[in-house]
Nanobody, 115 residues
Framework: QVQLVEFGGGLVQAGGSLRVSCAASGIRSSINAMGWYRQAPGKQRELVAVISGGGSTDYADSAKGRFTISRDNAKNTVYLQMNSLNPEDTAVYYC?????????WGQGTQVTVSS
């Protein structure tokens, strides 16, 4: 059974930091890209950051300079370090893992930034 389990969401004050992590299990094929997406109330899900198996990264403009994505291939785990958080970062954050054949999603973890 494929599972992507996210950890580390929560409530933080503006200007603070959080790290969310996601561990993937049960995926038989090699995982290519892993990433983080987010969805705020009333808005569409959007890409936050993505990292390839080789370590190449890409970020949404809103995340550049504040967020850092990293990955432990041996553990099939992806991390997102979020610094200088602001209320606009409040959303449910979803982990994503892509293989050649499938696109997997975690259940989401809530990140709330208070002003």
């Amino acid at each position: 059974q494929v599972q992507l389990v996210e950890f580390g969401g929560g409530l933080v004050q503006a200007g603070g930091s959080l790290r969310v992590s996601c561990a993937a299990s049960g995926i038989r094929s090699s995982i290519n890209a892993m990433g983080w997406y987010r969805q705020a109330p009333g808005k569409q899900r959007e890409l936050v950051a993505v990292i390839s198996g080789g370590g190449s990264t890409d970020y949404a403009d809103s995340a550049k300079g504040r967020f850092t994505i990293s990955r432990d291939n041996a553990k099939n785990t992806v991390y997102l370090q979020m610094n200088s958080l602001n209320p606009e970062d409040t959303a449910v954050y979803y982990c994503n893992a892509k293989t050649v054949w499938h696109n997997y999603w975690g259940q989401g973890t809530q990140v709330t930034v208070s002003s």
